[in-house]
């Protein structure tokens, strides 16, 4: 119970699991829930699409992820990692011009990465495509997957909506 406000909302308690379960910063305001980047998570934010393809690959090379679907026309899915164990590039270069965000502890914005229940208003909520009971894998094997999926499309002109540090 939330001693100021009476029960805790849905929200608050999908925050607080999340802190007593993985150990992550999680917070709660109305309908959103979220995490801070760097506190035993981060994540690679991609459109849908690009998402299934390196997920398959990391099925396919052994490798479980958790991920996050962000629903909508444009929707995207969101591959949760542990922390890159050195300061990174806001997002890998190899990635410039394909939409791709990075949520990470060194982030020069106040970015933070979004987790189901979160609900945006007019949007349906956020839902796990792969739940968190699993370790998330190391960076570097998600930005590859990701490399790989990518094959040889062209990168988009234009900004990088999906980037975090743009």
Excluded: C, K
Aim: without cysteine.
């Amino acid at each position: 119970m939330n001693e100021r406000h009476g029960p805790l909302t849905h929200y608050q308690t999908a925050a607080a699991g999340y802190r007593e379960r993985y150990g992550w910063a999680t917070f709660a305001v109305d309908t959103i829930v979220w995490a801070t980047p760097g506190y035993g998570i981060e994540a690679l934010n991609v459109p849908r699409e690009l998402g299934r393809r390196a997920l398959t690959i990391l099925h396919n090379g052994g490798t479980p992820v958790p991920v996050i679907e962000i629903p909508g026309p444009s929707a995207r899915w969101v591959f949760l990692t542990r922390p890159w164990p050195a300061p990174p590039e806001p997002t890998p270069r190899r990635f410039a011009g394909h939409d791709i965000g990075y949520a990470h502890a060194a982030s020069t914005t106040s970015w933070s990465l979004d987790l189901p229940p979160t609900q945006h208003p007019g949007h349906d909520p956020l839902t796990w495509i792969a739940t968190p009971d699993i370790t998330p894998p190391p960076p570097t094997l998600v930005v590859d997957a990701i490399a790989r999926a990518l094959g040889d499309q062209p990168a988009a002109t234009g900004s990088a909506a999906g980037s975090s540090d743009s």
